[in-house]
């Protein structure tokens, strides 16, 4: 299905600008901050400017076809693409890397304590905050 359909099917227009940012968004391995997006979209379509990045992100994120993150220590957002399958992430505090983790290690036991409490979950979001590789090695040659 194209983008244009995918908008259609949330009662919203077709643009460029949406299909641009859904395209990116896509194909994109990791979220992206607005800026990060701005500067992609900028190089197809040098016209565009970042208050139209901004309220095209937040239309598509009330119809639910990108979701939006905030880390923790960082108030920069993050967007990326919902593919229907929810999926955690790993944040390094040294370089902000985020690796996205496929599966989810918590389902169980999110589920039993929801039952217990008798509680109606919505979703949820699991981020790791640490050192990555990179980061580690970068320190361990410092220290030496």
């Not at 119809?63 to 990326?80: G, V």
């Amino acid at each position: 299905m194209g983008y244009r359909e995918i908008l259609a099917g949330k009662g919203l227009k077709h643009t460029k600008t949406r299909a641009l940012v859904l395209e990116v968004l896509n194909q994109a391995h990791i979220p992206m901050t607005a800026d990060e997006l701005f500067l992609i979209l900028k190089r197809n379509e040098p016209s565009i400017n970042l208050s139209t990045v901004y309220r095209t992100l937040d239309t598509l994120v009330k119809k639910s076809l990108i979701m939006k993150t905030t880390w923790m220590d960082d108030s920069r957002s993050c967007y990326e693409y919902n593919r229907m399958d929810h999926r955690h992430h790993l944040v390094c505090v040294g370089c902000n890397r985020v690796i996205s983790v496929k599966g989810c290690p918590i389902d169980e036991y999110a589920s039993a304590v929801c039952s217990h409490e008798g509680f109606e979950p919505a979703g949820h979001r699991l981020e790791i905050y640490g050192v990555c590789s990179n980061c580690k090695k970068r320190v361990k040659r410092v220290e030496e």
